[in-house]
């Protein structure tokens, strides 16, 4: 009787184990998923709301600079510039804001792939996976918040609270990622998983690994172009354009220093959607092939699945080639390039309701 009961409960406490296991994977693939189109949401609406918007007043700061040096008004300039900074500021907090919660997002969906071959209890597992994903949430969120919250009342004249809170959110994604590199070296070192993975359907896998390999090749091929035929001309026209800019202003030549401005505008709106299409094109390659080996956490009939996944691969490819075009088509492109991100956006959510549909079987694991 006694060794019936202690094998009742040590499988009982194994149940226990594998269920906690499943729930770290959970933690990460929805913490994951939530921080990727959150991130995205986010991009979408700063796109929309502020960034067109934050260009324009830069071009207008900058004209109202040249006509400053013209009339040799240094605290005019200095106004200009330090609007224009703050402007820089702005709209560099809000595209940190979003990458980082997109990349702490793809972090995320890695480390529900590796938790069966991390040596730690369970519990340690889902404790580590909340303080990963608290970090996760409160960089980004803080980094938004810096703009806003200044320096004002901070711990010094440089470093602002929001800082402060933006780097301790940092710093508990480096504890949790260390711990767990840690429990993957020891499991490692054993050489099989600590926890066998789940074999569930595989369905919709295959065409994600394999379009998400083509869309990373594509956008290896624009920017390999765009590094052999565009930038060095980018570079060059940049110093040349500043360089008209300011001699056209300290000659009182006003409409040729205005008309650098402009130039300069349309250099800077050219090389950026460069830049946007080649990194968005190669993050959604990347989102797809991480999505590929989550495909057995995802509970969705097969049709269901492969059209999402059709969904995912349609925005995965208008929104960089739409936003590629925005010098071309203006506002058009930009607009289709924010549908080809709801696209995207619609599909992830299609897939976390798949992870949240998903049934504990029996034995712990984790069910389609």
Avoid: C
Wanted: neutral net charge.
């Amino acid at each position: 009787m006694t060794i019936l009961s202690n094998k009742v409960m040590m499988g009982g406490a194994e149940t226990s184990n594998r269920r906690e296991a499943a729930g770290a994977e959970r933690l990460y693939i929805i913490g994951g998923i939530l921080l990727i189109a959150g991130g995205m949401l986010f991009g979408d609406l700063f796109a929309i709301l502020v960034l067109h918007q934050n260009a324009n007043r830069i071009g207008g700061e900058m004209i109202g600079a040249v006509r400053a040096v013209s009339a040799q008004d240094t605290a005019a300039v200095l106004s200009h510039f330090t609007v224009i900074g703050s402007l820089i500021e702005n709209r560099g907090t809000k595209v940190d804001a979003h990458v980082h919660a997109i990349d702490f997002g793809y972090l995320a969906l890695i480390l529900a792939l590796v938790q069966p071959y991390v040596a730690m209890t369970d519990s340690a597992k889902r404790r580590i996976a909340l303080l990963f994903l608290f970090g996760a949430v409160m960089l980004p969120v803080s980094v938004f918040l810096i703009h806003y919250i200044g320096t004002q009342y901070g711990p010094s004249d440089v470093l602002g609270w929001a800082s402060v809170s933006a780097d301790f959110g940092g710093l508990l994604v480096i504890i949790a990622s260390a711990l767990l590199a840690l429990g993957l070296f020891r499991g490692l070192r054993k050489r099989k998983p600590a926890v066998s993975p789940s074999t569930a359907d595989h369905s919709g896998g295959k065409a994600l690994l394999v379009g998400g390999a083509l869309l990373i090749l594509a956008g290896f091929v624009h920017g390999a172009y765009y590094a052999a035929f565009d930038l060095s001309r980018h570079e060059a026209s940049d110093t040349a354009i500043l360089t008209s800019m300011i001699d056209n202003a300290v000659s009182n030549n006003l409409p040729a220093a205005e008309a650098d401005v402009e130039s300069y505008g349309k250099l800077a709106g050219e090389r950026a959607v460069n830049i946007a299409a080649h990194s968005h094109i190669i993050e959604f390659g990347l989102l797809a092939i991480l999505l590929s080996f989550l495909q057995q956490y995802i509970r969705l009939s097969p049709g269901v699945r492969r059209f999402w996944i059709g969904l995912f691969f349609a925005g995965s490819v208008i929104l960089p080639v739409f936003v590629f075009l925005e010098i071309r088509l203006g506002l058009l492109a930009g607009g289709i390039a924010d549908f080809g991100g709801a696209l995207v956006l619609l599909a992830l959510i299609a897939m976390l309701v798949g992870v949240l549909r998903q049934k504990r079987t029996s034995e712990g694991g984790l069910s389609a």
